[in-house]
């Protein structure tokens, strides 16, 4: 008999897909923990607009 096992999907907004973290968990309880984890530790930056835009180059990064 072949066990489940469970992936970590989030989704920042509706604008940016769903992103799949590293990892197979036997359970869902071990899963969530983990995505409990990766949110807790993530990092934010608020940084200022300036009136003229000037468009930028996005880059997201992922560590675990």
Known sequence: ????????????????PWIELKGAYQTRREARRVAEGFLNSMQMKIVPMPEKRNQMRALATIKR
């Open 1 to 16: 008999m072949v066990k489940d096992l469970y992936a970590v999907w989030v989704k920042v907004d509706e604008t940016l």
